[in-house]
Antibody
Framework: EAHLVESGGGLVQPGGSLRLSCGASGFTFSNSVVSWVRQAPGKGLEWVSSITTSSYTYYTESVQGRFTMSRDNSKSTLYLQMNSLRADDTAVYFC?????????????WGQGTLVTVSS | DIVMTQSPDSLAVSLGERATINCKSS????????????LAWYQQKAGQPPKLLIQWASVRESGVPDRFSGSGSGTDFTLTISSLQAEDVALYYCQQYYSSPSFGPGTQVDIE
């Protein structure tokens, strides 16, 4: 069974940076497309980004140019570098495993890590 | 971008009764080459991450009770809970994966 654990969330000022990590186990990480999905407090779900097995990345328009997703298959770890953070980036960020190739639905979710952007 | 809408925003159903949630996409998410609708349904209970219930509009995930069923094609889809149980109280989201993934706004299901 897939297991995903996010870390790195916290409080950051507007314009600041943060790097999220996600450790994966229970599946062949290097053969899997993985993604980030976020949920603002009391709001719905928003897909943020995905990375393929060949490290090709896709981003939602609102984070394009500010967020960078990467993966380290040797460590079964996923990263999300977030720069120029804005108040509307405040959310719980979930690390998720795609069912298959991009685009797809998501069959395993971490518990999430909270990012708060505020002065 | 494909915009997903859901109705109603919330509903309250008596235990054992049927709950029906509707989901609509702004364009067709049916791919004729493989005859599949690129739609998933999720359940999110309070304080938990979402759980995938159904993919390809009607294919239940392993372990999901058969009281959950999905139907529809093209732009209009439905999630039905045939006999609501107390543990089904949750938010339900639809999601398209025909193009860049997008979710509906969610439907809250409660016990009446």
């Amino acid at each position: 069974e897939a297991h995903l654990v996010e870390s790195g969330g916290g409080l950051v000022q507007p314009g600041g940076s943060l790097r999220l990590s996600c450790g994966a186990s229970g599946f062949t990480f290097s053969n899997s497309v993985v993604s980030w999905v976020r949920q603002a407090p009391g709001k719905g779900l928003e897909w943020v980004s995905s990375i393929t097995t060949s490290s090709y990345t896709y981003y939602t328009e609102s984070v394009q140019g500010r967020f960078t997703m990467s993966r380290d298959n040797s460590k079964s770890t996923l990263y999300l570098q977030m720069n120029s953070l804005r108040a509307d980036d405040t959310a719980v960020y979930f690390c998720v495993k795609n069912v298959g190739d991009y685009p797809n639905c998501f069959d395993s979710w971490g518990q999430g890590t909270l990012v708060t952007v505020s002065s | 971008d494909i915009v997903m809408t859901q109705s109603p925003d919330s509903l309250a159903v008596s235990l054992g009764e049927r709950a029906t949630i509707n989901c609509k996409s702004s364009q067709s998410i049916f791919y004729s080459s493989n005859n599949m609708n690129y739609l998933a349904w999720y359940q999110q209970k309070a304080g938990q991450p979402p759980k995938l219930l159904i993919q390809w509009a009607s294919v239940r995930e392993s372990g999901v009770p058969d009281r959950f069923s999905g139907s529809g094609s093209g732009t209009d889809f439905t999630l039905t809970i045939s006999s609501l149980q107390a543990e089904d109280v949750a938010l339900y989201y639809c999601q398209q994966y025909y193009s860049s993934p997008s979710f509906g706004p969610g439907t809250q299901v409660d016990i009446e």
